[in-house]
């Protein structure tokens, strides 16, 4: 099993681009989930689904969009890239609910 | 609003030498307590979940225990491969849809 897979693993953007972060998982999970990383601030929750077709905020949602149109893809947009987007983007899933989740290799992002 | 503090922020430890890190917690109801471990360059692995104060896990050389205010997080005679940056968190809402986590706790070893 290929678990939980993220590309790209590394991504340079302009500010003002646009992108997608795709995110996909091979272990029939319903939930999902996207995360930054930032030194200093630990991982923050930026969208989840409980399934396809549902989806909801985290703590930090500003600037990014997803959608859940199957069980195994769960893709992050960026609408309009702005420095303070420069991170480590981790997708995660569980088979239950939010705490033992499955972390993908994640997605290192720099915004110019 | 629910927090979690890990200390230290990092450790370094003699090959052998045990110690312990700390996950402090402050929510309403806790709904379980997660301990993972975080690699450079790689995502968070889950290693425990503990539900209720008094309960022990225990792998290999970690073995994790929680009160109510707090988790520790002990390694007995650890080993370079042990090297991690350690992570705990918390549910932060009552469906247990979101997680909150602490800015983990970097562990060197040093052989």
């Not at chain 1, 997708?91 to 992002?109: H, I, M, P, T, V």
């Not at chain 2, 009552?94 to 052989?111: A, D, M």
């Amino acid at each position: 099993n290929a678990g939980v897979t993220q590309t790209p693993k590394f991504q340079v953007l302009k500010t003002g681009q646009s992108m997608t972060l795709q995110c996909a998982q091979d272990m029939n999970h319903e939930y999902m989930s996207w995360y930054r990383q930032d030194p200093g601030m630990g991982l923050r929750l930026i969208h989840y689904s409980v399934g396809a077709g549902i989806t909801d905020q985290g703590e930090v949602p500003n600037g990014y969009n997803v959608s859940r149109s199957t069980t195994e893809d769960f893709p992050l947009r960026l609408l309009s890239a702005a420095p303070s987007q420069t991170s480590v983007y981790f997708c995660a899933s569980s088979k239950g609910l939010a705490g033992e989740l499955f972390f993908g290799e994640g997605s290192r992002l720099t915004v110019l | 609003e629910d927090q979690v503090t890990q200390s230290p922020e990092a450790l370094r430890l003699q090959e052998g030498e045990s110690s312990s890190l700390n996950c402090s917690y402050t929510v309403s109801g806790l709904r379980g307590l997660f301990w993972y471990r975080q690699d450079p360059g790689k995502g968070p692995e889950f290693l425990f979940t503990l539900y209720s104060a008094g309960e022990e896990k225990e792998k290999e050389r970690l073995k994790a225990t929680l009160t109510k205010k707090e988790s520790f997080l002990h390694i007995t005679a650890p080993k370079p491969e042990d090297s991690a940056t350690y992570l705990c968190a918390v549910p932060s809402n009552f469906g247990n849809e979101k997680l909150t986590f602490g800015t983990g706790t970097r562990l060197t070893i040093i052989p």
